[in-house]
């Protein structure tokens, strides 16, 4: 804190104790896991906050960004950085804004705002990212990939890629950048910055291509050109091994060798999520050995694939909040043998309140191989019609259950479903938070 001026580090503690005030009133009350508003408020009072708080990290922070398992990749890499004995600052309730990012930096500082931790990783949202690269002159960024998921709030994926490139691009030579080989606008991101260390990753799996690029795909051109990709093979959306015809852009070769590292949760897009972690543990320097072993003894956040008991039947979540996310949740419920499946649509802001994003999903596979679906959620006869334009005849055998009633439906797939099998819900982001709490009786906020 010596860097600090006097005034700023009075402002800072003043806000700090402020915002932990509010954290306490918030959480007392019951009225959420104050993940935001202490931001919002320190904010206000000390507008440098977040540059104050993240000067203070002693290693670095680290910055994880992309539309898909930024929750998953960043608390696989904070339990490897553990592991190797750092301690670590966390934004583990999802919070991925500006106000979110500074509130997981106080709960870590004392009241002062004195923060006393080896490295900060911070998922972000990917649209905030040029705006906070400046105050907090990140370490590490881990660029995951870039799909289309809010299609009222987010441009294509294309301005956004130009934009991370952009400021990414101003940030000192020390910062390392690992970024996803297997999507061409990352890929090519990487590429261009000529003044930072990059990484990449990506899988070698040729027997997990898909049969045929799916509907829910977003850069099959040429971000160099323009010029359509050439695909050896697709593992999900545009993501795979490809190359141009036109102008010689190809992908990147990955740090790591994914077919000698097993992965964590069910579902190839956690492969993505264990490479990404792991690679940029390498970069950080860590011992393989303890990396290797954090991968099997890695436990699901809320949501995403996480596993549950209840009235002795088998549960899994899976967060499915775009269509490209929705389509490997689909994957993986097809892949298995259990015949009920619950999805749960809602249109709120952090949904993302235009939900024709679903008819960009592969639900006809759902449909195709029978069984029982429950839909509920804001959106349920959205979700209901879409599945039954899924039907490739009127003889389709699957039975269709629409309950609006959340509690009520989750009821119903639990009935539906075998003792010796899994119940598999897909739901949108504040769904999830919904069936966590009817399936636990806790709030996440």
């Not at 972690?277 to 003894?297: H, Q, S």
């Not at 449909?367 to 429950?374: H, S």
């Not at 879409?386 to 609006?404: D, K, T």
């Amino acid at each position: 804190m010596g860097k600090i001026k006097f005034i700023d580090r009075l402002r800072l503690g003043f806000a700090v104790s402020v915002a932990k005030s509010v954290t306490f009133g918030v959480r007392s009350l019951r009225l959420g896991a104050a993940s935001v508003l202490p931001g919002s408020i320190a904010r206000r009072i000390e507008p440098q906050l977040l540059q104050l708080l993240s000067q203070q990290v002693k290693n670095g922070v680290i910055l994880i960004a992309g539309t898909n398992g930024k929750t998953t990749t960043s608390l696989l890499l904070c339990e490897i950085l553990q592991r190797q004995g750092y301690r670590v600052a966390h934004n583990s309730t999802g919070a991925n804004l500006e106000n979110g990012l500074m509130t997981a930096l106080m709960e870590n500082s004392n009241l002062l705002g004195k923060l006393d931790v080896d490295y900060a990783i911070l998922e972000v949202d990917e649209n905030i990212v040029p705006l906070v690269l400046a105050p907090i002159q990140p370490k590490l960024i881990l660029c995951l990939n870039l799909f289309r998921d809010q299609l009222d709030r987010y441009g294509e994926v294309d301005t956004i890629s130009k934009r991370w490139t952009k400021a990414i691009a101003t940030l000192p030579s020390q910062t390392i950048v690992v970024a996803n080989a297997d999507d061409p606008t990352i890929c090519y991101l990487g590429q261009q910055l000529s003044q930072q260390k990059v990484s990449f990753f990506g899988l070698n799996e040729p027997e997990n291509y898909l049969e045929a690029i799916p509907h829910a795909v977003d850069s099959i051109y040429c971000p160099k050109c323009g010029h359509a990709l050439n695909y050896k093979g697709v593992y999900l959306s545009h993501m795979g091994e490809y190359s141009c015809p036109s102008c010689g852009f190809s992908r990147s070769q990955p740090t790591l060798d994914s077919s000698e590292w097993q992965q964590i949760l069910v579902g190839l897009y956690n492969k993505y999520n264990t490479l990404a972690a792991a690679t940029a543990a390498k970069e950080l320097g860590v011992d393989e050995v303890i990396i290797r072993d954090a991968i099997p003894n890695f436990q699901a956040a809320f949501g995403r694939a996480e596993e549950l008991k209840i009235n002795g039947k088998n549960v899994r979540i899976l967060l499915s909040k775009n269509p490209v996310g929705t389509n490997e949740t689909i994957r993986v419920v097809t892949q298995s043998s259990d015949t009920t499946t619950l999805l749960v649509l809602n249109d709120k802001i952090q949904d993302g309140e235009d939900v024709s994003w679903i008819w960009d999903v592969d639900t006809e596979k759902l449909v195709e191989r029978g069984g029982t679906l429950v839909v509920s959620g804001d959106r349920a006869y959205d979700m209901a019609l879409r599945l039954r334009y899924s039907e490739s005849s009127p003889q389709s055998n699957f039975n269709l259950i629409v309950q609006e009633n959340l509690r009520q439906a989750i009821n119903t797939a639990l009935e539906r479903t075998p003792l010796n099998e899994t119940l598999h819900i897909l739901p949108t982001y504040t769904a999830m938070l919904d069936v966590r709490e009817a399936l636990t009786g806790r709030k996440i906020r």
